[in-house]
């Protein structure tokens, strides 16, 4: 096993895992709690047994990332708290957030409760992209709703931070796409151009705006038909990542339309 995840990294923490939440990327996600302090919390588990050193590396990339946006935008991802390893599983840590997937959310209010929510979302990509992280996997699963109706982006384990990382992630859904014979995986839930080499760290950040406006069309459909945000939906998504709005673009926009 790769020890660099691992090293000066002993289990101080007893946990009881109460159920099973999901699956990220690299691992499978359990609710539990800590018999300690009484508190839930997330774990992500990770087999470490196989040593792939892509897979070691987008590990590697995704603490390291998660470790910023846990002090940088901890208003829209849950927080990371620690990890640790045991034989050949690799633990994280993380802050349970009580709420549903954008898929599985089911409308509670009207027009101004999708508009909060879709800010909270825009506002949590601004956050990312500032500290120049971008996320690469936003489909709906990995947007979670809160019972106050606030976004948080859960799942980096695609996610980037400079050209090289970018790069990787790009690579790595080329080739899962073209081993999907059927294209079922990626049918809907990545942008046209989302194979395409980019060159820069702006053109990246095009995907996750694609991506984002793909969950607005799919959250609108939580609640009755809301039109007012269609136009901008339409240039999130244009097939030409030129013509796609920047996420402060974005947010100017959800203001003007808010009023």
């Known amino acids: 096993?790769?020890?660099?995840?691992?090293?000066?990294?002993?289990?101080?923490?007893?946990?009881?895992?109460?159920?099973?939440?999901?699956?990220?990327?690299?691992?499978?996600?359990?609710?539990?709690?800590?018999?300690?302090?009484?508190?839930y919390v997330a774990l992500k588990k990770i087999d470490l047994s196989d040593d792939d050193s892509e897979e070691l590396k987008f590990i590697e990339n995704e603490l390291s990332i998660w470790k910023i946006l846990s002090d940088k935008c901890s208003t829209f991802v849950p927080r990371l708290y620690d990890w640790f390893c045991r034989g050949e599983t690799l633990t994280i840590i993380m802050e349970y957030i009580e709420g549903k997937s954008i898929v599985e959310y089911r409308k509670k209010g009207g027009a101004n409760e999708f508009h909060k929510i879709i800010?909270?979302?825009?506002?949590?990509?601004?956050?990312?992209?500032?500290?120049?992280?971008?996320?690469?996997?936003?489909?709906?699963?990995?947007?979670?709703?809160?019972?106050?109706?606030?976004?948080?982006?859960i799942?980096?384990?695609?996610?980037?931070?400079?050209?090289s990382s970018c790069s990787m992630t790009n690579e790595f859904l080329a080739d899962a796409r073209e081993s999907d014979s059927e294209g079922e995986s990626f049918e809907g839930n990545y942008p046209p151009d989302f194979t395409k080499k980019k060159q820069d760290m702006e053109d990246y950040k095009k995907m996750d705006?694609?991506?984002?406006?793909?969950?607005?069309?799919?959250?609108?459909?939580?609640?009755?038909?809301?039109?007012?945000?269609?136009?901008?939906?339409?240039?999130?998504?244009?097939?030409?990542p030129d013509k796609r709005p920047t996420i402060n673009e974005v947010i100017e926009e959800l203001k003007k339309l808010g009023t």
């Open 209 to 240: 705006i694609w991506m984002l406006g793909q969950d607005i069309i799919i959250l609108n459909m939580r609640f009755l038909s809301v039109h007012t945000y269609d136009d901008l939906v339409k240039k999130m998504m244009s097939k030409n």
């Open 1 to 39: 096993m790769n020890q660099r995840f691992c090293q000066e990294k002993k289990q101080k923490q007893t946990f009881r895992i109460v159920s099973r939440l999901g699956s990220g990327s690299y691992g499978i996600v359990y609710l539990a709690i800590d018999v300690n302090t009484k508190k």
């Open 119 to 153: 800010m909270s979302m825009a506002l949590g990509i601004q956050c990312l992209h500032k500290n120049n992280i971008i996320h690469m996997d936003l489909h709906p699963g990995n947007i979670l709703i809160t019972y106050d109706g606030e976004a948080k982006i």
């Open 155 to 163: 799942d980096f384990g695609l996610s980037c931070f400079d050209i």
